[in-house]
């Protein structure tokens, strides 16, 4: 398995001409994940060598703008690459609670309809992850009826026993986020590669008897 890293932004608070805000792309088997969107991701992502359209993934480790103020921005950009097709898998979109709201209403009251599915997985923080006094309940956003017109996506509970959140598994390897403590609920992402059985030279074993 190969894994590359290029970093678009590394900025805190506002990007600048220089540095833009943060953002980084895990590039893997021909997928690239996105980790934080902040503003000016996708201006940093024509200038690299990277293909946008190759984005499959997207983690945001908290909801301060400069983490994901760039991602609507981003996902219309995509959409207007891409062409209307049912068959393609969603975008997947993985963060703290609150992200799915953010994401559907600004792309509604900014009439944007992309051309792809996306699907967000938002993770439950617990209390003791920021200031008391900062900590803000969002488990409650957005429970009308309209709604239900959302991106659909999974609700991920900490798993006491992992003290983390599972978030994708498959044959190679293991996502996973874990708690970090900030002035607002963040998270931070392992990805861990499972471990692969070694290959036995049969030919070199008979030749050393």
Known sequence: MSLDITFLGTGSAYPSPARGASALVLRREGQCWLFDCGEGTQTQLMRSHLRAARITKIFITHLHGDHFFGLPGLLCTLSLQSNADPSKPPVDIYGPLGLRSFLWRSLEL????????????????????????????????????????????????????????????????????????????????????????????????????
């Open 110 to 209: 900014s009439h944007s309809q992309l051309l792809f599915p996306y699907t967000v997985h938002e993770l439950v923080p617990t209390r003791d992850q920021c200031p008391a006094e900062e900590f803000k309940d969002f488990s409650g956003l957005d429970r009308d009826e309209a709604t239900h017109q959302g991106p659909p996506g999974r609700v991920l509970h900490l798993d006491p026993g992992e003290d983390s959140y599972l978030l994708v598994e498959d044959e190679q390897l293991v996502v996973r986020a874990f708690r970090l403590f900030h002035r607002i609920p963040s998270f931070g992402f392992v990805l861990e590669e499972k471990p692969r059985p070694g290959r036995l030279n049969v030919q070199k074993l008979k030749d050393l008897g």
